[in-house]
């Protein structure tokens, strides 16, 4: 197993961590980390894996139903997820059986550019909205603004989603914490369906 020295500790390398983790976690938990190690890391300084280099990681480390898991999360890992949240919420709704939503879809109306909705399901014409304290907190998203008035510029952004006759629903880390909360959240925003609940 190869080991590297971070902040004086042995420890596995980025890639073999979120391998073992897609091995032995399910797949809810194993996106999480394979989303991020596939964006730059810039506070880090540590820049993006491609799923081809995970891939190759692969071979002569794991069993066959093991390695047959982790390229199931390597496939289904997307580095447009853009935080924990977005990425935990997108394979809660794998597990509920939901069809994928487009990720970062941009939506214009007369005026021009409204923005980019976390999830969007074209057929349903609903927008999915992960909402994270960081969105009202950190500066690199207030950009200047109050933490009142990033809340009051979201919603105004929302009505004009709303207004082009497209919906939008919204959820919260505790809806994720829940179980079944952000299921009977999506199905009630009229979300389509692939299959039945997965048992992952």
């Known amino acids: 197993m190869k080991v590297i020295r971070r902040d004086g500790l042995l ?12 091995a032995f976690t399910p797949i809810a938990k194993a996106i999480v980390p394979l989303d991020h190690v596939l964006r730059p890391d810039s506070s880090k ?8 280099q995970l891939l190759a990681e692969i071979e002569g480390n794991y069993t066959a139903a093991a390695a047959r898991r982790i390229a199931l999360a390597i496939d289904f890992a997307d580095p447009l ?8 919420s997108r394979a809660l709704m794998y597990v ?14 007369g005026a021009g550019l409204i923005g980019y909705s976390d999830y969007y399901w074209d057929g349903a014409r609903v927008a999915g909205e992960f909402d994270g304290v960081e969105k009202y907190m950190k500066p690199e998203h207030l950009k200047g603004r109050t933490p009142s008035q990033a809340a009051v ?48």
């Open 11 to 22: 420890v596995t390398s980025r890639a073999r961590t979120v391998l073992d983790l897609a």
């Open 45 to 52: 300084q540590l820049p993006a894996l491609s799923k081809e």
């Open 81 to 88: 997820s853009a935080s924990a949240g977005e990425s935990y």
């Open 96 to 109: 509920a059986g939901f069809e994928a939503p487009a990720l970062q879809h941009e939506i214009r109306d």
């Open 153 to 200: 510029d979201e919603k105004y952004r929302e009505d004009r989603i709303r207004a082009t006759g497209r919906s939008v629903v919204r959820w919260v880390w505790p809806d994720l914490m829940t179980p079944g909360r952000l299921e009977r959240k999506l199905a009630a925003a009229g979300l389509p369906r692939r299959r039945a609940r997965s048992a992952q």
